[in-house]
């Protein structure tokens, strides 16, 4: 019984394991396919979908509008006491001014019908139609605007795990340098050749290494999560990159075009189209102005009887109606609210085109800021990259001199220290132009969403 037991509990196990292989997946992407899984699976990218296809039902709804509008009436009355009337008095031989209270009709009443109507015009409508097509218009660029955070966002993340995987390599050349100088020194150490202070000061700086190590290595795997949290990836699922910072290439730097169309920018496009809206909203208040006209019908029968049954035996009698007709609306006093909704719209539209204005400037401006940022990201990076060679020279020579007996061990320890320095602000200004490249694509509108 206790085998049968053993046995079944591992099975159990094996179908839970099998189960979680199931559910976790692996991928190895470049930022490229990073940035397309991202646009099918972040939800901020689902969501901009899912409001274009509200637009596009809002625009049928408003099309229905328009259109022929049919609905059946159905009508029962059961008057517990028949409605009076008074008949003046001299109908039966009464003296004149007298009054003869009588009712007519009968206790129940049912009607049943059609009726239907056809807006013929309307200047609201045909304004909202058009209100519509635009809104449809602006949850698309608000789906582009999306698609473009997200590009940035992923890149961002994407640049961020690559230099800490850079460092990671930086760190593990370090750790090797370090305790090969480490072993050398202890030999000479063991022979009398180094003093025990040459020994501990490389041992504190080759334990500081190995901790730094496991720290950039704690920091990748939440870089790693980062990078899966912005493309809309399950953190269970496993993420791997296929590229390196040597993969990279930085754009060369080109001189700006003075004149740049801001509309390239989705941020412009978004305002361009409120000020349609905008206009479309004072087309709207002034349309109300104008006469309404519908065209109704409608088809009922009525059927009155003193005993409920008799409605629904055949034997009521029912009584045919038929109307058509024309209905105008003609909007006459209002108290003045009409033209303050004008007022507003106008004002409305003015503050949305001094917005337009003042875009238009800053764009300017943010374009000249990130071109300046990035010429001189670039130019730094290059710099700190000769410093970081110079570093590792002096390093180079510095173990050379101490090997040979014509060099201290300070001075390898500040040449090691000097280099470690290099590589990181190698690494910074890596990771600046890296950032740099993001926000001058985003200025120039140049980032690519499909």
């Given at each position: 019984?206790?085998?049968?037991?053993?046995?079944?509990?591992?099975?159990?196990?094996?179908?839970?394991?099998?189960?979680?292989?199931?559910?976790?997946?692996?991928?190895?992407?470049?930022?490229?396919?990073?940035?397309?899984?991202?646009?099918?699976?972040?939800?901020?990218?689902?969501?901009?979908?899912?409001?274009?296809?509200?637009?596009?039902?809002?625009?049928?709804?408003?099309?229905?509008?328009?259109?022929?509008?049919?609905?059946?009436?159905?009508?029962?009355?059961?008057?517990?006491?028949?409605?009076?009337?008074?008949?003046?008095?001299?109908?039966?031989?009464?003296?004149?001014?007298?009054?003869?209270?009588?009712?007519?009709?009968?206790?129940?009443?049912?009607?049943?019908?059609?009726?239907?109507?056809?807006?013929?015009?309307?200047?609201?409508?045909?304004?909202?139609?058009?209100?519509?097509?635009?809104?449809?218009?602006?949850?698309?660029?608000?789906?582009?605007?999306?698609?473009?955070?997200?590009?940035?966002?992923?890149?961002?993340?994407?640049?961020?795990?690559?230099?800490?995987?850079?460092?990671?390599?930086?760190?593990?050349?370090?750790?090797?340098?370090?305790?090969?100088?480490?072993?050398?020194?202890?030999?000479?150490?063991?022979?009398?050749?180094?003093?025990?202070?040459?020994?501990?000061?490389?041992?504190?700086?080759?334990?500081?290494?190995?901790?730094?190590?496991?720290?950039?290595?704690?920091?990748?795997?939440?870089?790693?999560?980062?990078?899966?949290?912005?493309?809309?990836?399950?953190?269970?699922?496993?993420?791997?990159?296929?590229?390196?910072?040597?993969?990279?290439?930085?754009?060369?730097?080109l001189l700006l075009n003075e004149d740049m169309d801001p509309s390239?920018?989705?941020?412009?496009?978004?305002?361009?189209?409120?000020?349609?809206?905008?206009?479309?909203?004072?087309?709207?208040?002034?349309?109300?102005?104008?006469?309404?006209?519908?065209?109704?019908?409608?088809?009922?029968?009525?059927?009155?009887?003193?005993?409920?049954?008799?409605?629904?035996?055949?034997?009521?009698?029912?009584?045919?109606?038929?109307?058509?007709?024309?209905?105008?609306?003609?909007?006459?006093?209002?108290?003045?609210?009409?033209?303050?909704?004008?007022?507003?719209?106008?004002?409305?539209?003015?503050?949305?085109?001094?917005?337009?204005?003042?875009?238009?400037?800053?764009?300017?401006?943010?374009?000249?800021?990130?071109?300046?940022?990035?010429?001189?990201?670039?130019?730094?990076?290059?710099?700190q990259e000769r410093n970081m060679e110079l570093a590792e020279e002096?390093?180079?020579?510095?173990?050379?001199?101490?090997?040979?007996?014509?060099?201290?061990?300070?001075?390898?320890?500040?040449?090691?220290?000097?280099?470690?320095?290099?590589?990181?602000?190698?690494?910074?200004?890596?990771?600046?132009?890296?950032?740099?490249?993001?926000?001058?694509?985003?200025?120039?509108?140049?980032?690519?969403?499909?």
């Amino acid at each position: 019984m206790k085998n049968r037991l053993l046995i079944a509990g591992f099975w159990l196990l094996s179908l839970t394991a099998a189960k979680a292989q199931d559910t976790v997946s692996s991928f190895t992407f470049n930022l490229e396919e990073c940035i397309d899984y991202a646009f099918n699976n972040q939800y901020g990218v689902k969501n901009a979908e899912l409001d274009v296809e509200m637009a596009e039902s809002v625009v049928k709804e408003t099309i229905g509008g328009g259109l022929p509008q049919v609905s059946g009436v159905l009508n029962f009355q059961d008057y517990l006491k028949l409605p009076t009337q008074l008949i003046p008095g001299e109908f039966f031989g009464q003296e004149p001014g007298t009054y003869i209270p009588v009712q007519f009709g009968t206790q129940f009443a049912l009607t049943y019908g059609l009726e239907a109507t056809q807006l013929l015009f309307d200047g609201s409508y045909f304004v909202g139609l058009q209100a519509s097509k635009v809104y449809k218009e602006l949850s698309e660029k608000n789906l582009r605007r999306s698609r473009i955070e997200t590009a940035i966002a992923v890149s961002k993340a994407y640049y961020t795990t690559l230099v800490t995987e850079e460092r990671l390599q930086l760190t593990d050349v370090n750790i090797a340098r370090l305790k090969r100088q480490l072993d050398e020194t202890q030999a000479l150490y063991e022979n009398g050749f180094a003093e025990k202070i040459d020994m501990d000061r490389l041992q504190v700086m080759y334990n500081n290494t190995l901790t730094e190590r496991e720290n950039l290595t704690r920091l990748a795997a939440l870089n790693i999560q980062m990078l899966k949290f912005q493309m809309g990836m399950p953190i269970q699922h496993e993420l791997k990159l296929k590229e390196t910072i040597d993969d990279i290439q930085f754009e060369p730097v080109l001189l700006l075009n003075e004149d740049m169309d801001p509309s390239n920018r989705i941020e412009y496009s978004l305002l361009e189209t409120q000020a349609s809206l905008n206009e479309l909203d004072l087309k709207r208040y002034k349309s109300t102005m104008l006469p309404r006209l519908e065209a109704f019908g409608s088809y009922n029968r009525m059927g009155q009887e003193n005993q409920f049954g008799d409605l629904f035996n055949g034997d009521g009698q029912y009584f045919p109606t038929t109307v058509v007709g024309l209905r105008l609306t003609i909007p006459l006093i209002g108290g003045g609210q009409k033209w303050q909704q004008i007022r507003q719209a106008k004002l409305s539209l003015r503050k949305t085109e001094n917005e337009l204005d003042n875009l238009k400037n800053a764009i300017s401006l943010e374009v000249k800021q990130a071109n300046t940022n990035y010429i001189n990201s670039l130019e730094s990076m290059a710099n700190q990259e000769r410093n970081m060679e110079l570093a590792e020279e002096v390093y180079r020579v510095a173990q050379i001199k101490y090997s040979q007996g014509v060099g201290s061990s300070l001075e390898v320890t500040t040449a090691e220290t000097s280099l470690k320095e290099a590589q990181t602000n190698y690494i910074n200004s890596l990771y600046e132009a890296l950032i740099a490249k993001i926000d001058l694509q985003k200025a120039t509108g140049t980032i690519e969403t499909e």
